[in-house]
C-alpha cells in the first residue's frame, strides 16, 4: 500500500469522525434509544401479569414527519395532527396541522401567536374565541386512529413546554363523554402560574354534552407535586438541555383507574374510594354528599379520611369503598352507572385553556417565539394490556 492511499484512507476516517460528532453536537441530548417494548414496567404492575406490547398503538417516535399543512397520517398510520373532532381547541386555542412534527428522535408540539390575516390550516372553527383577536395561541394536537379499551396500561415520556400553556397527554371517547388525563401539565412559571406550574394534574372528566356537565374529582390529591420541582416547565426546559417524566395510567376496569409518575404508583381511584401517595404515607378516604350534591370543604371536594398506611394496599382501598356510598369514578351517574366503558382515543397536544385566559394567564409574544421553550416534546408513548 501507497503513502498516498495511507493518507487517503486516514483522511477519510477522520471526515467520519467529524461528521458523527457534528451529528451529536447538532442534536440535543442525541442518545441511544430506548426500547420502549423492555424497558420495564412500573413495580407494582410487575405482580406475576403477563403483559402484551401493543405495536400497533406505541410509538418511539425515532422516525421524520416534516410539518404539513393539511391533515395527515404519521408514524405508520398510528397518529394524524389533529383533534378526533372538527373542533380546533379549548379557550384561546387555535389547533393547526403544521405545529406538528417528528425530527426522528421526538414528536415535537409546537405553539405560535394565532394570526387570522395569516391563518394556518384548518381555518377557525370559530374566529376570535373568547373575544381576545390578539390573544389566540396556535399549537398542536394529534390523535389516534386506533382506540384503547381496558384493561390497558399506558405510559408516555414526555417534556412539558416551558411556557403557560398545558402540556397535554390524555384519552377520550369519540363522543367526548369520558375522559382520563394521563398527563396535564401548566408549563411556565410566569406571574400567576407558578402555583400550577408545579404540579401535574392526574384526573379523569365524566360529561353530558347537552346541557354541558362535567364531573371531575377535585381534591387536592389530583394535583402530584415532587419535592424541589417548583415548575415542571421549568424543570424539563432545564436551561435547554430538556428533560422528560414519565406519566402512566392503568386503566383496569371501568371503576377501576391507577395513575403513575416516574414508574412510580401515586394514585389509585376504585369504585366508591380513593388512595393518594403524600409526604411518604398513603392516605385512603372516599366522598360524601349532601342533598345530591358532593361535599365541598375550603373550595375542593371534601375526601373522608378513612385510615392511612404506609404502603399501598388494594384491599385497604376495598374497605374504604365498602364504607362509602358515593362513587368517585361518576358520583352523578353521567354514564348510566356503568363507569368508563367506551373505547377511547389518545390525544397528546398543547392548549390555552379558557379558565387560565381568564384569570390573565396567558403567554407572551416573546414566549411564543421563543422555540427553545414553547415546544412540548415526547419521546416515546407505550401501550401494554395483560395477557387473557
Known amino acids: 500500500m501507497t503513502y498516498k492511499n495511507i493518507a487517503l484512507i486516514l483522511i477519510c476516517i477522520n471526515l467520519i469522525s467529524c461528521s458523527s460528532v457534528n451529528k451529536v453536537n447538532n442534536e440535543t441530548n442525541l442518545q441511544e434509544p430506548e ?11 410487575q405482580d406475576g401479569t ?29 397518529w394524524y395532527n389533529f383533534y378526533q373532532s372538527k373542533w380546533d381547541g379549548p379557550g384561546t386555542t387555535y389547533w393547526k396541522y403544521n405545529h406538528v412534527s417528528v425530527d426522528g428522535n421526538d414528536l415535537l408540539i409546537t405553539s405560535s401567536r394565532w394570526d387570522e390575516a395569516n391563518e394556518d390550516a384548518p381555518k377557525a372553527f370559530q374566529a376570535n374565541k373568547m373575544n381576545k383577536p ?26 412539558v413546554a416551558n411556557i403557560v400553556l398545558a402540556s397535554d397527554v390524555w384519552l377520550l371517547s369519540p363522543d367526548a363523554t369520558q375522559e382520563i388525563d394521563i398527563m396535564e401539565c401548566y408549563g411556565g412559571k410566569e406571574p400567576g402560574n407558578s402555583f400550577f406550574a408545579k404540579s401535574i394534574h392526574i384526573s379523569h372528566h365524566s360529561f353530558i354534552r347537552k346541557p354541558f356537565t362535567d364531573y371531575q ?29 414519565r406519566t402512566g395510567v392503568y386503566w383496569k376496569s371501568p371503576i377501576h383507574f391507577e395513575h403513575y409518575i416516574e414508574g412510580e404508583l401515586v394514585r389509585v ?3 366508591k374510594a380513593l388512595v393518594t401517595k403524600v409526604n411518604g404515607k398513603w392516605e385512603y378516604g372516599y366522598p360524601t354528599m349532601t342533598n345530591g350534591k358532593l361535599d365541598v370543604k375550603q373550595g375542593k371536594q ?53 379558565w387560565h385566559v381568564k384569570a390573565g394567564r396567558t403567554p407572551t409574544d416573546a414566549d411564543l417565539k421563543n422555540k427553545v421553550k414553547n415546544t412540548m416534546k415526547v419521546d416515546w408513548f407505550r401501550v401494554f394490556k395483560p395477557k387473557k
Not at 396556535?138 to 415520556?157: D, H, M, R, W
Not at 420541582?229 to 424539563?236: A, N, P, V
Open 134 to 159: 390578539n390573544g389566540g395561541i396556535s399549537a398542536g394536537c394529534i390523535t389516534s386512529n386506533k382506540q384503547v379499551l381496558y384493561p390497558v396500561f399506558i405510559e408516555s415520556k414526555a417534556s
Open 217 to 245: 374529582p377535585r381534591d387536592n390529591g389530583a394535583w402530584f407535586n415532587k419535592e424541589g420541582i417548583t415548575g415542571w416547565g421549568e424543570y424539563c426546559w432545564n436551561n435547554g438541555d430538556r428533560k422528560y417524566v
Open 35 to 45: 426500547n420502549i417494548k423492555t424497558l420495564p414496567l412500573p413495580t407494582n404492575l
Open 302 to 354: 371534601k375526601i373522608t379520611k378513612f385510615s392511612t398506611l404506609n404502603s399501598y394496599s388494594f384491599e385497604e382501598l376495598k374497605k374504604a369503598s365498602n364504607a362509602s356510598t358515593v362513587s368517585i369514578i361518576d358520583p352523578y351517574e353521567y354514564q348510566g352507572g356503568k363507569g368508563f366503558t367506551k373505547p377511547l382515543n389518545i390525544i397528546i397536544n398543547l392548549e390555552s385553556q379558557d
Open 269 to 271: 381511584l376504585y369504585d
Open 50 to 78: 403477563v403483559w402484551e406490547f401493543q405495536s400497533d398503538l406505541s410509538d418511539d417516535f425515532n422516525y421524520k414527519f416534516a410539518p404539513s399543512n393539511k391533515k395527515t397520517n404519521f408514524g405508520k398510520g398510528k
